[in-house]
């Protein structure tokens, strides 16, 4: 059953769609995603429906398949700086 609290933001890139960018966390919750990534181990995320941890919505019950991690943050992510 899916949790209702995020306790662990995941954001990546799903191997389903590889021009999405989705927010979730992972299925298993010992998982240490970076060493599974690492060592080609598929990683298996909760999906949830906002864009970023300070506006991550709720979990939509399905899951993805992680295909790349470590993307850079948005101006979404932090909406109150202002470029220069």
Same mark, same amino acid.
């Given at each position: 059953?899916?949790?209702?609290?995020? $306790? &662990?933001?995941? &954001?990546?890139?799903? &191997?389903?769609?590889?021009?999405?960018? /989705?927010? *979730? $966390?992972?299925?298993?919750?010992?998982?240490? !995603? +970076?060493?599974?990534?690492?060592? +080609?181990? #598929?990683?298996? !995320?909760? !999906?949830?429906?906002?864009? @970023? %941890?300070? @506006?991550?919505?709720?979990?939509? *019950?399905?899951? #993805?398949?992680?295909? &790349? %991690? +470590? /993307?850079?943050?948005?101006?979404?992510?932090?909406?109150?700086?202002?470029?220069?």
């Amino acid at each position: 059953m899916a949790s209702s609290a995020l $306790q &662990r933001l995941v &954001r990546f890139v799903p &191997r389903s769609s590889p021009s999405k960018i /989705l927010i *979730g $966390q992972p299925a298993d919750k010992d998982i240490d !995603v +970076g060493a599974a990534l690492r060592k +080609g181990q #598929e990683v298996a !995320v909760n !999906v949830w429906s906002g864009s @970023s %941890v300070l @506006s991550p919505g709720s979990s939509t *019950g399905t899951t #993805e398949t992680i295909d &790349r %991690v +470590g /993307l850079s943050a948005t101006s979404n992510d932090f909406p109150w700086l202002t470029p220069f």
